[in-house]
């Protein structure tokens, strides 16, 4: 029979791990959205976007941060990658009902692809949480020779936290060092991922500046000791980054 201690322990945790899942029920959530269309599609998406969808969006609660194309060519033609902001994760499964039941919606859906369907697959979406040191990024430095690039690290298990510690300790500050803007961090929502792959967004003046920046960050003497400092007991990822550079479009909030 559990005694009054134990039972007194059990509540506590019960109460404990409630607490811990409304936090993150009540967090804001952000979505990775990725489109890829149909040949010869992706200007209509982009038009949708630009003329309807966004103040669709708005308008049931879902805030636009940015929407980009691949620079890779295949992709230049038919991918349109975009991240919004929820309240939560629960705001955002009624925003997506309200939006979808939306007769203007309707409408638009309808008369933009009267020429045959825009999308050549279902959407991928992707919800996130910020990092505890994803930085509030400036937009005041627009030009169109801007390129933004997502990145996304997956880690070997048990490692994400030091790397966590070594964005935020280290990582950061040399990006910057070497002219590389730091956007947003994020980690996916949901298992497995949540417990192994950060995703990130950094933006550069242009192509030629994102190649000089990587360069000079490799060889950064204090990057090389940070690196391999941290990385003693065992390296943090499994696989390659994945790297995609991408323009932003002319109706994107971050430019």
């Not at 959407?123 to 996304?152: G, H, Q």
Request: aromatic share 12%.
């Amino acid at each position: 029979m559990f005694n009054r201690a134990t039972c007194l322990l059990l509540g506590f945790a019960m109460l404990t791990s409630l607490s811990s899942q409304s936090r993150i029920a009540l967090a804001e959530v952000y979505e990775l959205r990725t489109y890829t269309t149909n040949e010869g599609k992706l200007d209509n998406l982009n038009a949708r976007f630009r003329d309807h969808t966004v103040a669709l969006f708005k308008k049931h609660g879902m805030e636009s941060v940015g929407y980009w194309v691949p620079t890779d060519d295949a992709k230049s033609k038919n991918t349109l990658l975009y991240v919004i902001k929820h309240e939560s994760r629960d705001s955002a499964k009624s925003s997506w009902q309200a939006f979808l039941a939306d007769p203007d919606w309707k409408k638009v859906a309808k008369e933009s692809q009267v020429d045959g369907p825009i999308l050549a697959k279902a959407p991928e979406a992707v919800y996130m949480y910020a990092t505890d040191y994803s930085p509030e990024f400036s937009n005041d430095k627009k030009s169109d020779d801007a390129v933004y690039e997502l990145r996304i690290y997956r880690c070997n298990e048990g490692k994400l936290t030091n790397l966590d510690a070594r964005f935020r300790d280290h990582t950061l500050r040399l990006f910057e060092r070497h002219g590389i803007q730091n956007v947003a961090y994020w980690h996916p929502a949901d298992e497995p991922d949540s417990k192994d792959t950060l995703i990130y967004i950094i933006r550069h003046d242009s192509p030629a500046a994102a190649q000089a920046s990587w360069k000079a960050f490799g060889g950064d003497e204090q990057w090389k000791k940070v690196a391999e400092e941290s990385q003693k007991d065992g390296k943090f990822l499994r696989e390659r980054p994945e790297s995609i550079y991408m323009k932003a479009t002319d109706y994107s909030a971050l430019r």
